[in-house]
């Protein structure tokens, strides 16, 4: 069974920076999606970035490129969301995930993804 416990959040001002993390266990990851998504409050689940856990070339959100950058350590089975020049609107509770199937066309779809953390806030003040 897939566990996925995510940590990172907090207050931030505007302009600033947080790194979230994502531990992950249970499976060998290899052939993995691993995604992050966001929940505003009385907004959908957005998605944010994604990554195929053995490579290659990242998915973002048009409004989080230039800013934030997925990646991963397989040592530590660990994915990352660095997060920088950060705004008010990216306040949410953020979520990691993960899909056993890969495409294109559905990366950013939550419904793809098998598995869920339990959320981690990020607030940015202005």
């Known amino acids: 069974q897939v566990q996925l416990v995510e940590s990172g959040g907090g207050l931030v001002q505007a302009g600033g920076s947080l790194r979230l993390s994502c531990a992950a266990s249970?499976?060998?990851?290899?052939?993995?999606?691993m995604g992050w998504f966001r929940q505003a409050p009385g907004k959908e689940r957005e998605f944010v970035a994604a990554l195929r856990w053995r490579g290659g070339t990242p998915y973002y959100v048009d409004s989080v490129k230039g800013r934030f950058t997925i990646s991963r350590n397989n040592a530590k089975n660990t994915l990352y969301l660095q997060m920088n020049s950060l705004k008010p609107e990216d306040t949410a509770v953020y979520y990691c995930?993960?899909?056993?199937?890969?495409?294109?066309?559905?990366?950013?779809?939550?419904?793809?993804?098998?598995?869920w953390g339990q959320g981690t806030q990020v607030t940015v003040s202005s």
């Open positions: 995930a993960a899909s056993t199937r890969y495409a294109v066309n559905s990366i950013s779809l939550g419904h793809e993804y098998d598995s």
């Open positions: 249970g499976r060998t990851f290899s052939g993995y999606v």
